[in-house]
């Protein structure tokens, strides 16, 4: 028996249709061998979900490796402006880069890497001001959280705000906040639409948050070999591909749900988008520097997850929203 610390919203589609199923498939395929069963409440906060892991309050956890700023830096690479335009995309693409590039620099110690994920991209969300040109973005207060996003926000002139999405609402309904960096996905899912006024839409995502679903390594190793080679098979790039498109799905309904809602919804012009990519390239060059530290060709890295992600873009099945 594996728990599984559920966090997300109660009825999150990336558990009930995405970690639940992939949860009831292992048993299946294990015959009854292994099971995984949810937590009834969170027994971890969203930035500790691989500690709980690793010290064995959990077994199974979903959690994101931008909330453990200089854990996992190589996994930075999917916070990084412009890396695709779904969860899906770089999700797939996230995945094979670092088993190419980064499965011995950066090893997930104490657990077993069941997937490696994404979140959708993230854009711009304002309460009150509509943002046309970069110098709009001036001295807004913005949600950013993790190790590249705060980084993001002051290079775009905004005043960066660590709020736990799980506060995230309460900080836009008193206007502590004046807007998001965030995605629609997650806008809808921690019921904030109603707040934004104004969403610009980044191509390419202004930036992106990494995600794992990790195991506990002692409980890990006491499946048989048979029984990991068999989850494995459902897991992995299978399993990123599956859980982020529901994200994805989420995101689209989000963004339903601000047109319905009057969300004026733009998107960044060329101009725009070349002013924010002049200012945004020491971050990537930054993270380039830091893998090569690590023994990691960053820009080969960089170009490859860029590569794989607008493949996987162009070939993936469309979206379903009902």
């Known amino acids: 028996m594996l728990r599984y610390n559920k966090w997300l919203p109660q ?22 061998r292994v099971r995984v ?17 690793r010290n064995g309050v ?31 995309a770089i999700s797939v693409a996230f995945w094979r880069t670092h088993h190419e590039y980064f499965a011995d620099a950066e090893p997930y110690e104490g657990v077993h890497l069941l997937s490696l994920l994404a979140v959708a991209p993230y854009h711009v969300y304002s309460i009150d001001r509509e943002i046309a040109t970069v110098d709009d973005l001036e001295g807004m207060k913005l949600r950013a959280t993790g190790a590249i996003a ?8 905004t005043v960066p705000v660590p709020i736990d999405i799980t506060g995230m609402y309460d900080a ?12 629609d996905d997650q806008m809808r899912a ?41 989850i494995m098979a459902l897991a992995g790039e299978k399993l990123a591909a599956q859980v982020s498109r529901l994200a994805d799905i989420s995101a689209a309904e989000g963004i339903r749900q601000m047109e319905d809602g009057g969300t004026v919804l733009t998107t960044a012009s060329d101009e725009m988008l070349a002013e924010l990519k002049a200012r945004l390239k020491p971050i990537e060059d930054e993270w ?13 890295a960089l170009e490859r997850i860029r590569q794989i992600a607008a493949e996987v873009e162009a070939n993936k099945a469309p979206l379903r929203v009902e």
Do not use: C
């Not at 949810?38 to 500690?51: G, I, V, Y």
């Not at 705060?150 to 002139?157: L, R, T």
């Not at 995502?205 to 679903?213: D, E, H, R, S, T």
């Open 172 to 183: 836009l309904s008193k206007k502590i906040l004046d807007g998001a960096l965030n995605n």
């Open 11 to 32: 009825t999150h589609p990336q558990d009930v249709e995405g970690m639940f199923p992939f949860f009831e498939a292992i048993e299946q395929v294990t015959e009854g």
């Open 37 to 53: 069963e949810p937590t009834t409440a969170p027994l971890a906060p969203p930035p500790r979900q691989m500690e709980a892991v």
């Open 58 to 88: 959990v077994d199974i956890a979903y959690g994101g490796q931008s909330l453990s700023p200089g854990l996992f830096p190589l996994a930075d690479i999917v916070a990084l402006p412009f890396i695709g335009d779904s969860a899906e």
């Open 288 to 300: 380039i520097a830091k893998a090569e530290e690590l023994g990691v060709d960053g820009r080969a």
């Open 190 to 230: 921690f019921g904030v639409t109603e707040f934004v006024k104004y969403r610009l839409a980044i191509p390419g995502g202004i930036l992106g948050a990494p995600l794992y679903v990790v195991v506990n390594e002692a409980k890990w190793n006491q499946i048989s070999p048979e029984d990991q080679e068999a």
């Open 150 to 157: 705060p980084k993001v926000a002051e290079a775009i002139g």
